[in-house]
């Protein structure tokens, strides 16, 4: 079936089309796109946006998000590097550059390290504890990192990469926690303290 561009009436024999549109036209009338920068963590895979990371967000949404096209429908084709979205002149295909650049979180560069913000000490009866480590551990890892579990006589200490993540965690699961902060140093004149977080189950 023969399609005939809605602005200029070429036919698609004579010209290429971006949807709807002749290609000419598409460009005239759509306007291209510009080029769309996203950083990747080399390690996690996440999306970095001035150090905070999203492990949650796909590249496909953050390319759509940043074109401003997410009431358009919008699908990315990562393979043409096109994007294929609804416009006032039916539904259009253009292509889009994408320049992505590797790099290492904040929480994975850290991961290697023995670094951590926060304690998080669970005690109580060993069943109980060993579940909820179970499911702290897993709530923390999913934004951040745990460098360290120890397993000790009176219970379990999960070392926390982030103090805001552990004690997310233990909001999640409407833990309550004795909070007490440690001094661990200095760094750039500013004051460094670790946080404990004891649970009593």
Request: glycine share 6%.
């Amino acid at each position: 079936m023969v399609r005939y561009c809605p602005v200029c009436g070429k036919e698609d024999s004579k010209i290429a089309f971006l949807g709807e549109l002749c290609e000419n036209c598409a460009k005239t009338k759509v306007g291209d796109f510009p080029t769309v920068r996203i950083s990747v963590c080399t390690k996690c895979g996440a999306l970095l946006d001035k150090a905070r990371k999203d492990k949650k967000v796909k590249v496909e949404d953050e390319i759509i998000r940043i074109l401003k096209l997410k009431q358009t429908d919008a699908t990315y084709d990562p393979i043409a590097s096109a994007i294929t979205y609804d416009s006032s002149f039916g539904r259009i295909t253009q292509p889009v550059l994408v320049l992505t650049e590797k790099m290492m979180c904040m929480d994975c560069g850290r991961a290697g390290t023995q670094y951590f913000e926060a304690i998080v000490q669970l005690r109580g009866p060993e069943k109980r504890v060993m579940m909820m480590a179970d499911w702290v551990i897993k709530r923390i890892e999913s934004r951040s990192f745990v460098p360290k579990v120890l397993e000790l006589k009176e219970g379990i200490d999960i070392y926390c990469g982030s103090r805001n993540e552990a004690i997310a965690a233990l909001n999640q699961f409407d833990l309550s926690y004795v909070r007490t902060e440690k001094l661990a140093g200095e760094r750039n004149g500013k004051r460094l303290y670790r946080t404990t977080l004891l649970v009593r189950l």
